[in-house]
């Protein structure tokens, strides 16, 4: 079988750990990289958790630190609901650090896209910081990129205010970034196709082997 080559972007949260864990196992999916951003708790965490993730599923995927925080607002994170650590609760092994790049996300999303003989699906599990930077910075990678599959935004109640979901609602400016660039509307798994936010993540990362119809950033 052909795997689908696939970068995660991602802000673990147990969330996204559910979502990983599927697209790591995943028979239909090569997940070649995993980017990590502040947005459920801060950078720091969010990429040692990626690390453990990754450690604690035997796996040899490079893990890229990306920002810090959103483009333009200060990052009001979802420690609250995912506790201090993103994942409070979960006991892990001390990750395999080696896995962690020492080039930041942008650059190694860049790298991943271009150097990748097929298209690469983005699957954007977190703010779109990082997604959107490496759009506005590298404008060549976008032929490179089947699709972005993106968990966010809500057709229903929020869970970040009533009417907006955490990951839009956390940096606005690069979700409108992330759809001008890419001159499409994203198909999006947002909080109306689950009841939780892990529902959403794990239906995003299935979404990410099948064919979705209408996006192509290289038309
Ligand atoms: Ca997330």
Redesign the pocket.
């Known amino acids: 079988m052909s795997k689908k080559p696939v970068i995660i972007d991602?802000?673990?949260?147990i969330?996204?750990a559910v979502a990983i864990a599927i697209a790591l196992f995943a028979e239909e999916l090569d997940v070649r990289l995993i980017t990590t951003v502040g947005?459920?708790v801060g950078i720091e965490h969010t990429t040692d958790n990626a690390l453990k993730l990754v450690s604690f599923f035997g796996k040899r995927v490079p893990v890229a630190a990306g920002a810090a925080e959103p483009l333009v607002r200060e990052l009001v994170d979802a420690s609250n609901v995912h506790g201090a650590s993103g994942m409070e609760g979960w006991e892990f092994d001390e990750p395999d650090r080696s896995l962690l790049l020492e080039k930041n996300a942008v650059d190694a999303m860049r790298d991943a896209l271009l150097s990748s003989e097929e298209p690469v699906t983005i699957v954007a599990?977190?703010p779109l910081t990082n997604v959107a930077l490496t759009l506005k910075a590298y404008p060549e990678v976008k032929s490179h990129i089947e699709r972005i599959v993106l968990?966010g935004g809500t057709a229903a109640r929020g869970n970040k205010g009533v009417l907006s979901e955490?990951?839009v609602a956390t940096d606005p400016e690069t979700a409108a970034c992330a759809c001008v660039a890419t001159r499409t509307p994203l198909p999006s798994t947002g909080l109306s196709c689950g009841p939780s936010?892990c529902a959403s993540?794990t239906t995003t990362a299935r979404a990410a082997t099948v064919r979705w119809r209408g996006f192509s950033p290289r038309a």
């Open positions: 991602t802000d673990p949260g969330d996204d947005g459920n599990l977190a968990m955490f990951n936010g993540a």
